[in-house]
């Protein structure tokens, strides 16, 4: 079945140092959706991508949509302590199959 | 808009013990969901209602799991027996239908299942 897998399981940065989580897909998405996780909380809906090579930016997080639409990347800029949390990335056709997500931690 | 209500939060049980969840989705959401998610994971889609009916249950271990979405609002998710391996969240999300393309999905708290 589908398979999604998101690199690297943890990062831990520094607060204003810049960050980046990538979603690798074994098959073809119709879309993408990312979902922040803090810690002792549910996943959010922070952005869906639906085209070949899509970018989208909400303040210092920036999305990518890969052109094979196989693959995207979460970037933030700068990153603060409100950052901290695990960010999943979720495709498919008609129903989201979630990675295992990045676990952020920020230094302050 | 008041957001997926899930009860209980918390469940403490013995293995073999049977524990039921109850979600009440996003008002006007058809589509409603069940994700198991253990501990250092991403969510895992046991079953999904459109209305009342079951569009994809897969991923359900039907012999100790079963959930039912009378009247296509709320839903209920049942185990029986329990096993440790089903220690984990279960999360009820729900979403709009429309488009040709998945629709966010809204998530409720979660129960947190101990079971020991």
């Known amino acids: 079945g589908q398979q999604v897998m998101q690199i690297p399981q943890y990062q831990h940065v520094q607060e204003g140092e810049d960050f980046t989580t990538y979603c690798n897909s074994s098959t073809t998405l119709s879309n993408i959706q990312w979902y922040k996780q803090r810690p002792g909380g549910h996943p959010v809906f922070l952005i869906q991508l639906v085209k070949s090579g899509e970018v989208k930016k909400q303040k210092r997080l920036t999305f990518q949509f890969g052109e094979a639409k196989k693959n995207s990347s979460l970037h933030i800029t700068a990153t603060q302590t409100t950052d901290v949390g695990t960010y999943f990335c979720a495709g498919g056709e008609g129903k989201s199959t979630f990675g295992d997500g990045t676990t952020l931690t920020v230094k302050p | 808009e008041a957001g997926v209500a899930q009860s209980p939060r918390y469940k403490i049980i013995e293995k073999r013990q049977s524990v039921a969840f109850w979600c009440n989705p996003i008002?006007?959401?058809?589509?409603l969901y069940w994700y198991q998610q253990i501990l250092g994971q991403g969510p895992k889609l046991l079953i999904q209602?459109?209305?009342?009916?079951?569009?994809?249950d897969s991923q359900l271990p039907k012999d100790r799991f079963s959930a039912e979405r009378l009247k296509g609002v709320d839903s209920t998710l049942k185990i029986q027996p329990a096993k440790l391996e089903d220690s984990a969240v279960y999360l009820c999300?729900?979403?709009?239908?429309?488009?040709?393309?998945?629709?966010?999905?809204?998530f409720g708290n979660g129960t947190r299942l101990t079971v020991t």
């Open positions: 209602f459109q209305n009342n009916g079951v569009v994809d």
């Open positions: 008002s006007g959401h058809a589509t």
């Open positions: 999300a729900s979403s709009s239908v429309g488009g040709a393309y998945n629709s966010p999905l809204h």
